[in-house]
């Protein structure tokens, strides 16, 4: 089980992108959103590239000051892209979004990092871009569910309560689904990254238990943080209006 993780050549790469390839046909062919599929194809492979030498640099420099800007960067970004599908969404919403990823994504990561890790120091980039970006992606699309689902109940004409109790639910949905398959369906990234490395599955089931716990309780948490502050600010809208 010492075998180190070979390097995929660019063929390789290449070779992976066969079934994209097929699905950009079916979409093209089905007159589905092939010119969106191909812009967010090639969005991700920028991304990652630049992504790959950015954190190239920042491990070697290995300074608290770079990371707390990377996570800041993705915070950011996670809040943006989580109301991509509501409709008019104003400052409010983003203020919204931006604190429950923060109170659910940040904490978590701090929790897993700091207590079941002990990451030392605590800024490592290894450790933390990496969780980072798990946990608050969780986070993002949780609220991103969360809101456009309360968004259609309220203008469907449910109350407070059971539009957020809806939502809530379906904000859910994905990472219940990750929970019932893992290990029955699939293996999930990090243990199937640590398995090919070389590390013992046993190691590596433990891990992936962390993980699962850390994008259950980043989703949850944000997601109900975001439907906690949109139904306060819904009913206080409400009360005014009637006031008025």
């Known amino acids: 089980m010492d075998n180190p993780l070979q390097t995929i050549s660019l063929t390789g790469v290449a070779i992976g992108f066969i079934p994209v390839i097929i699905v950009l046909l079916i979409m093209y062919r089905w007159s589905q959103q092939a010119g969106m599929a191909i812009y967010a194809v090639a969005r991700m492979l920028l ?3 630049i992504v790959g030498y950015l954190l190239t640099y ?3 420099i290995n300074h608290g000051g770079f990371v707390l800007v990377v996570l800041t ?3 950011s970004a996670a809040c943006w892209i989580s109301l991509r599908s509501v409709r008019h969404a104003g400052r409010q919403q983003y203020l919204h979004a931006l604190a429950a990823i923060v109170i659910g994504g940040v904490s978590t990561l701090f929790l897993v990092t700091g207590l079941v890790l002990e990451v030392t120091p605590w800024f490592s980039p290894r450790h933390v871009i990496p969780l ?3 946990i608050f992606a969780a986070a993002m699309n949780a609220v991103s569910l969360a809101a456009e689902r309360y968004e259609a109940a309220r203008q469907s004409g449910k109350s407070v309560p059971d539009a957020r109790q809806e939502a809530f639910h379906v904000a859910l949905i994905p990472i219940f689904n990750s929970l019932f398959a893992v290990g029955l369906v699939t293996l999930p990234g990090m243990m ?3 398995i090919l490395s070389g590390t013992s599955p046993l190691v590596a089931a433990r891990y992936q238990i962390v993980v699962m716990c850390m994008l259950l ?3 949850g948490i944000s997601a109900a943080v975001y439907l906690l502050m949109t139904g306060v600010r819904t009913s206080a809208s409400t ?3 009637y006031e008025n």
Do not use: S
Request: net charge positive; charged share 15%.
């Open 47 to 49: 991304q990652l590239i």
């Open 132 to 134: 980072g970006g798990m």
């Open 73 to 75: 960067i993705m915070l």
């Open 239 to 241: 009360l005014k209006k």
């Open 58 to 60: 920042i491990f070697d």
């Open 217 to 219: 309780g980043a989703a």
């Open 192 to 194: 199937t990254g640590q």
